[in-house]
C-alpha cells in the first residue's frame, strides 16, 4: 500500500457537505415539533387577557333563606318558643291566628364541666348575678334521693339531715323549704336545685351567655 495516496482521500472527504442542517444564531428550527403542538401554540396567541371567566349564574352552596330558616328552627325548638293569640284583619273580616314568638331570655346557660346546654329560658336573680331561676329545661336529671335546704347562717344550699322523730320531722318539713339537687346528664355535674313547691329550677355556677 502506498501511503503517499492517504492525503488525497482526506482531500476529497472534506468536500463532501453532511445532510444534517446546521441552525444558526437567531434561527429555528421546525424538526422535533410535533403537528399536535403547533396548534395549541397558535391558539394561546390568540388567547385575550382581558376576557372575563365565566361564572354560573346560581351556587348550589348558597341558600339566601338560609338564616331565616335558622332562626325560626332556633325559636321554636332551642328557645321554647310561645303561641299567642294575634288578629289579622282580611278585608271586612277579622281572623286570630297563633304565632310561635321567642321567650324573653336573660341568658343561656351551659354545663361549666362539658358545656352542654341545660337552659336556654331563664331569667336571672335580683341580688346575684349568677343565679338563674327558670321552668324550662334540657338535658338535666333530678337526684331525687338527694335533698339540701338553705341555711341562713352559710347563706347557701346544705345537705338535708332528717330528723329520726317522725313529729319532728313533719313540723322541720313544714318550716323548711326542701330542694332536690339536679344534675347534668351528660356529665353529672350539679347545676341546680329544684324548688317542688314551685316547681322552679335555681340554676347556679353554669356557664352563661347572653
Excluded at 325559636?75 to 282580611?90: A, D, F, M, P, T
Excluded at 286570630?96 to 331569667?123: G, H
Aim: hydrophobic fraction near 30%; charge should be negative; include cysteine.
Amino acid at each position: 500500500m502506498n501511503l503517499a495516496e492517504e492525503p488525497a482521500v482526506a482531500d476529497d472527504m472534506q468536500g463532501v457537505i453532511p445532510d444534517t442542517a446546521v441552525v444558526t444564531s437567531g434561527e429555528t428550527s421546525d424538526e422535533g415539533i410535533s403537528d399536535t403542538e403547533q396548534p395549541m401554540q397558535e391558539e394561546d396567541g390568540n388567547h385575550s387577557d382581558d376576557e372575563e371567566p365565566h361564572f354560573p349564574e346560581t351556587d348550589d352552596l348558597y341558600d339566601e333563606n338560609a338564616d331565616d330558616e335558622d332562626e325560626a328552627y332556633v325559636y321554636s325548638h332551642l328557645r321554647s318558643g310561645v303561641e299567642e293569640s294575634v288578629r289579622i284583619q282580611q278585608s271586612t273580616q277579622i281572623q286570630e291566628l297563633k304565632v310561635l314568638k321567642p321567650r324573653n331570655s336573660d341568658a343561656i346557660l351551659s354545663c361549666p364541666c362539658c358545656f352542654l346546654i341545660v337552659c336556654m329560658d331563664c331569667q336571672r336573680h335580683e341580688r346575684y348575678p349568677n343565679q338563674f331561676r327558670a321552668m324550662f329545661v334540657m338535658n338535666i336529671a333530678v337526684k331525687w334521693d338527694h335533698r339540701l335546704v338553705y341555711d341562713e347562717r352559710q347563706n347557701m344550699l346544705i345537705e338535708y339531715n332528717a330528723p329520726e322523730n317522725t313529729a319532728t320531722q313533719k313540723t322541720s318539713n313544714e318550716n323548711e323549704e326542701i330542694y332536690y339537687t339536679v344534675c347534668c346528664a351528660n356529665c353529672t355535674t350539679t347545676v341546680a336545685a329544684l324548688d317542688m313547691e314551685d316547681e322552679v329550677y335555681h340554676f347556679y355556677g353554669c356557664l352563661s351567655t347572653s
